[in-house]
């Protein structure tokens, strides 16, 4: 690999993020046994994130799509800084489109103007969140604001005051007060603290009026685990904790926004901010809809309904204009598909036992696909590295016939041997177009015109065949009729012809009771297979016969 000069590709220039000592933390050994408050921010943080930003009628479609989905907290935009989002909750409220026991939020700047704005913009609202911020982080305060500590909190605390003001003179609505330390992550734990305490001393919340302290990972800078001892350090440390809503938020950047959300609900928060399907700045906010399937997986309620996720991910989509990874986790094209031919066969076994009241257990697939309205029929994929169990069962969902294992062996060398050729994978059209023509369509002009079957001690078997040559009469005797019709085939040809492999079942689709068999026959030292379908057994078995007959 050659890397071009000009890059400045280099790790030298980088250092690793100040470690957080921390003793005794309790946060691994907790579980996640309920579900958090959550939060969207699909219509804020989401919204500023992408190329073109939502007009008000998509964002109104967005916000009853979350609506319907269950969200009961929902930051409708930034109305102080964006006219459209002013208008957008104007809309909200006058159009009384928010349900009573859903919360609306804005985020504002800890600045007089901004803040009286965005209390003008939730005039009317029966109840709302007004989230004020401030850039906390070292890097922020000395290369950004050139700002002492003092005057950081000093502006904090300010905003927080400007706010009990303007909620004094809007009494006609509830209020809920958030703060964020913004950039928490790059800021020293203990100035985060002590700021957080000084909105605290402010505001101060009770146990019926909490506040919401939200501790954002703006910039994702370390393992997921040293976010949740700062959690912890913080839920131990924070004044009139009970009168907390302690609050995470969390961007991707090295690929750890849920773990690093699902760690920090493990080291004490309480509620959750994020978009669905992780939209967001930069590499995007933790993913809810995954988050609440996380926990749905776990037999916890996740109070977010899901199960129209077709629907939810192609308006989200279409939306937001991304397309959405097949992998995504839950919602990908191919999350519920498998290739691997042990993956396949696992699956297909576990299906075959699983009972319909019985907890789900089955290899590969976390939860039912049909839960969220996803179907087995994609569960099984064809490649060239699949192999006979998923073949077997892609042609006993789409022809009802149930290979016997000696066949499925040979047929799936066929579609392997084909996937190889095209590259790619095949579709069940695709493969049960490859087990007809070779084994129903092949036509070597041999064929049964008629038969009779004298039953004595042993069974007479007269037959007319079409044969290439003409039409022949054949006679035998054997141990049943298929036995017999070897016996005349031998005699009238004068070759060595033997059943190998022999199998037969009553079709499982169609509407006729029809009954297939598969033979595998040795002709003069060749294997050959053939297979029949008849709704007489006898005469399918004779006409697999036929089939395997070299021209
Ligand atoms: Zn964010």
Redesign the pocket.
Known sequence: MNISPQTSFDYRKYQAFPAFEMAQRQWPDQRITKVPRWCS?DLR?GNQALINPLSVEQKTVFFKLLLSIGFKEIVVGFPSASQADFDFVRLLIEQRLIPDDVTISVLTPAREALIERSFEALRGAKQAIVHLYNSTSKIQRERVFNRTNAEVIDLAVNGAKIMQRCAMEQTETRWCFEYSPESFTATEPEFALAICNAVGEVWQPTVIKPVIFNL?S?VENTTPNVYADRIEWFSQHINNREGVILSV?T?NDRGCAIAAAEMALLAGAQRVEGTLLGN??RTG?ADLLVMAMNLYSQGIDPELDFSAMNTIVETVSELNQITLHPRHPYAGDLVFSAFSGSHQDAIKKCLAMTQPDELWNVAYLPINPTDIGRNYQEVVRINSQSGKGGVAYVLERFLGVHLPRWLQSEFSQIVQRSAEKKGGEISPVELVGLYKTRYLDQNNGYRLLSFNIQREQQDILEARLATPTGDISISGVGMGALAAFINALQIYFGRSISIVNYDEHALSTGTDAQAVCYIQLKDNGVLHTGIASHNDIVSASLNAVLRCLSV
Do not use: V
């Open positions: 921010e943080d954002p703006t938020h961007h967001g700045e906010n």
